[in-house]
């Protein structure tokens, strides 16, 4: 069982930056981060694998976000640049050990979520 938590969300102009944190109790092959605004269904927004560093973004986010990690502190940063009204949502992140890291059943373990809100 690995245990995430998430932190950095709030409220920021459109504009403006945030970075998210999730820490993770255990190592996996792979963490992502996902969004789902009220209403609408879960997306993937971006995922990094531990060991290689690959890392994949929604085109959504594409040149806006960026997710990196520290290895030795298993920790996932997303770091959210020139934020849009339109990303307002719960952020998670998750973990897992499968290769459909942008799905979300790729992932075994999700952290509880933060909230984003982006005002215009």
């Known amino acids: 069982q690995v245990q995430l938590v998430e932190s950095g969300g709030g409220l920021v102009q459109a504009g403006g930056s945030l970075r998210l944190s999730c820490v993770a109790s255990?190592?996996?092959?792979?963490m992502g981060w996902f969004r789902q605004a009220p209403g609408q269904e879960r997306e993937f927004v971006a995922a990094?694998?531990?060991?290689?560093?690959?890392?994949y973004y929604a085109d959504s986010v594409k040149g806006r976000f960026a997710i990196s990690r520290h290895n030795a502190n298993l920790t996932v940063y997303l770091q959210m640049n020139s934020l849009k009204p339109e990303d307002t949502a719960v952020y998670s992140c998750?973990?897992?050990?499968?290769?459909?890291?942008?799905?979300?059943?790729?992932?075994?373990?999700w952290g509880q979520g933060t909230q984003v809100t982006v005002s215009s």
């Open positions: 990094i694998r531990w060991s290689a560093g690959n890392t």
């Open positions: 255990g190592r996996t092959y792979a």
């Open positions: 998750a973990a897992g050990y499968g290769d459909h890291i942008t799905r979300a059943y790729g992932y075994a373990y």
